[in-house]
């Protein structure tokens, strides 16, 4: 047996769910905000150095989607044990406190955002790492505001107190650099 599975085997039963609700809750919101670090330095990285950095960002970026899957794993299993029908519950539960629309469609937009994402990253690694530059710009400038409106929902409209403040931090951040991005551009 392994000290860790030593430890909680001795453990009270409440003390062992209290550890584990603890360590669902660490793995569910760090690979959310994983997720999003790696996303803004993506972003910052493009608009600072965009000729330059493009392995990077795609790394950033792959990093980020890879870490949103971990988030949408760790919330399915952790919190809705698998169940379509918890999650949908569950978000038009938070959807109703936010808003008063007793609404579980943000579950499906979130499903949406994955998809992309994980459609986003994969061309960028199977066309190429200069693929990027040969996007329509309006593809790109949509995917990225959507993201970013995207993150803004779930870390200020949808959270309070410190991370509502980070999260507003992070959001002007990410407008800032797609602004820096697009005077690069017009010039």
Known sequence: MTQ????????????????????AQ?????????????????????????SKALAAVRLAWTTACVALIAHFSSAFHFYHHWSQESALLDTARQTKGVIGLNWGGGLFINYAVLSIWIVDVGSWWLKGIDSYRRRRRLIVLLWHAFLIFIIFNATVVFKDGIVRWIGVIVSLC??????????????
């Open 174 to 187: 990410l407008i800032g650099s797609w602004i820096m991005l697009a005077k690069q551009k017009s010039k």
């Open 4 to 23: 860790v599975g030593f430890i909680m085997s001795n453990l009270h039963p409440w003390a062992s769910v209290l550890i584990l609700s603890e360590i």
């Open 26 to 50: 660490v793995i569910t919101k760090g690979t959310v905000w994983l997720a999003i670090v790696a996303y803004a330095i993506g972003i910052a990285l493009f608009a600072y150095n965009r």
